[in-house]
């Protein structure tokens, strides 16, 4: 099975920087897609960022000029940099992953707690 496993999370003041990383288990050639999502608590999960096979990126309307999503393919790594946090950025972020496969279910990190103090 694929495995994502998030790092980098942690503690960080209003207008601070962190930067996610994102270890993959599966080639990225067997993956549509990566991407971040949040989930804030007493909300539903959000989309964040995600970069698609060619290199294109997208991302929520809130972190436009924020954040930056990454990859480096040699090594099955995805990135997220976060700059000018805010304290809605506050919550627990998910490295996501889409098969190639059309129907098969993403694939789901474990998630690392982002806090972001005001």
């Known amino acids: 099975q694929v495995q994502l496993v998030e790092s980098g999370g942690g503690l960080v003041q209003a207008g601070g920087s962190l930067r996610l990383s994102c270890a993959a288990s599966?080639?990225?050639?067997?993956?549509?897609?990566m991407g971040w999502y949040r989930q804030a608590p007493g909300k539903q999960r959000e989309l964040v960022a995600l970069?698609?096979?060619?290199?294109?990126?997208t991302y929520a309307d809130s972190v436009k000029g924020r954040f930056t999503i990454s990859r480096d393919s040699a090594k099955n790594m995805v990135y997220l940099q976060m700059n000018s946090l805010k304290p809605e950025d506050t919550g627990v972020y998910y490295c996501?992953?889409?098969?190639?496969?059309?129907?098969?279910?993403?694939?789901w990190g474990q998630g690392t707690q982002v806090t972001v103090s005001s």
């Open positions: 970069i698609f096979s060619g290199g294109t990126t």
């Open positions: 599966e080639r990225f050639t067997a993956l549509n897609r």
């Open positions: 996501n992953a889409r098969p190639r496969v059309f129907g098969r279910d993403d694939y």
